[in-house]
Each structure stands twice: as structure tokens, then as C-alpha cells.
């Protein structure tokens, strides 16, 4: 009844900006937080950014100061802005929602910066 739909992910050089979007929909109530992963070839998937309904925001160290999140409340819609992009940067790129008790996953979006 959930569904995590993710989009902005692409090809872009070292130094530009990507902006992803996560929208979620159906029967949600009770959002605690949403968030995003990120996960290369032989790596574990790990923590990019997460934001709570009460605006309270996290960051990886690596993405401190480059990488920024937001929430749309109104349109259960979770952003990430990307700036400063690095080819360490490249990745698939994965939604995530607390919800309900409950946690759910989008499908991943690929990021690839490359010059």
C-alpha cells in the first residue's frame, strides 16, 4: 500500500549538482523520518542523510557541507540536494521512510559523476 518513487539521479561531472526526489504514497500515517542510502559494488549499504517530520536533520561526514536534505510534509516528499558532486559520490541512491512503526525502501536511483 506504500510505494517509494525516486527520481533526479544521473550522469554529471565532478564539481556539479544533482537534486533527488522521493515521493512517497498510499496508506501512511505517523511519519517519524525519512532518509537517504547510498550503496557501491562491495560495499555495505550505509547512511547518506535522514530528516525527521520535525525538521531534525543527520549527515555522513563525507557528505557534510555539500549534501543537503528537506522534507515536504505536505507531500510526504524527501529531497537531497547535492552539490560539490565527487566521483566517490557515485552510487545507487536509495529512498527510505520510518513510518507507522514500519520501515520501507524505494528502488534505488544511480548516480554517476564522472568527467
Known amino acids: 500500500q506504500v510505494q517509494l518513487v525516486e527520481s533526479g539521479g544521473g550522469l554529471v561531472q565532478p564539481g556539479g549538482s544533482l537534486r533527488l526526489s522521493c515521493a512517497a504514497s498510499g496508506s501512511i500515517f505517523n511519519i517519524y523520518a525519512m532518509g537517504w542510502y547510498r550503496q557501491t559494488p562491495g560495499k555495505e549499504r550505509e547512511l547518506v542523510a535522514h530528516?525527521?517530520?520535525?525538521?531534525?536533520?543527520n549527515y555522513a561526514d563525507s557528505v557534510k557541507g555539500r549534501f543537503t536534505i528537506s522534507m515536504d510534509n505536505a507531500k510526504n516528499t524527501v529531497y537531497l540536494q547535492m552539490n560539490s558532486l565527487k566521483p566517490e559520490d557515485t552510487a545507487v541512491y536509495y529512498c527510505?521512510?520510518?513510518?507507522?512503526?514500519?520501515?520501507?525502501w524505494g528502488q534505488g536511483t544511480q548516480v554517476t559523476v564522472s568527467s
Open positions: 530528516i525527521t517530520s520535525g525538521g531534525r536533520t
Open positions: 527510505d521512510l520510518l513510518a507507522g512503526g514500519r520501515r520501507y
